[in-house]
């Protein structure tokens, strides 16, 4: 156990010497000067990014200097205020919302088959 042991210890301490043999010869193809220039276009990059975003965020016609604060607080509270359940009752009184307007799920069974177009068949419910 011992011999297997000192045979795996000399084999890592030669991969770690080659490991920094390669390292070594790796880093002089790094130039520090070159890393931090890219760092900063990149940095500029995202800056001219965001004045985009910002550019493109605005609202146009919007004059954000005639927006009364408490009008925005006041609706809001209303909003708070009101009563879903309520809402929900007037949705009641919407013809078009009742269920008994939609039509009926099929029933038939699938055939295997293709329609006119070439694509699978599809069940037609029943009147």
């Known amino acids: 156990f011992m011999v297997e042991s000192m045979k795996d210890t000399v084999q890592t301490v030669d991969t770690m010497k080659t490991s920094a043999k390669t390292m070594k010869k790796e880093f002089k193809k790094i130039n520090i000067d070159k890393i931090e220039d890219l760092q900063d276009d990149i940095q500029d990059l995202m800056y001219d990014h965001e004045e985009v ?46 269920t008994s307007k939609l039509p009926s ?23």
């Open 53 to 98: 975003q910002d550019v493109m965020g605005r609202a146009l016609g919007m004059d954000y200097d005639d927006i009364d604060e408490d009008e925005l607080d006041g609706e809001l509270a209303a909003l708070d205020d009101l009563d879903l359940e309520d809402l929900e009752n007037e949705a009641d009184e919407y013809d078009y919302l009742k």
């Open 105 to 127: 799920a099929p029933t038939a069974e699938v055939k295997a088959g293709k329609n006119q177009y070439g694509l699978p068949a599809v069940p037609v419910a029943e009147p």
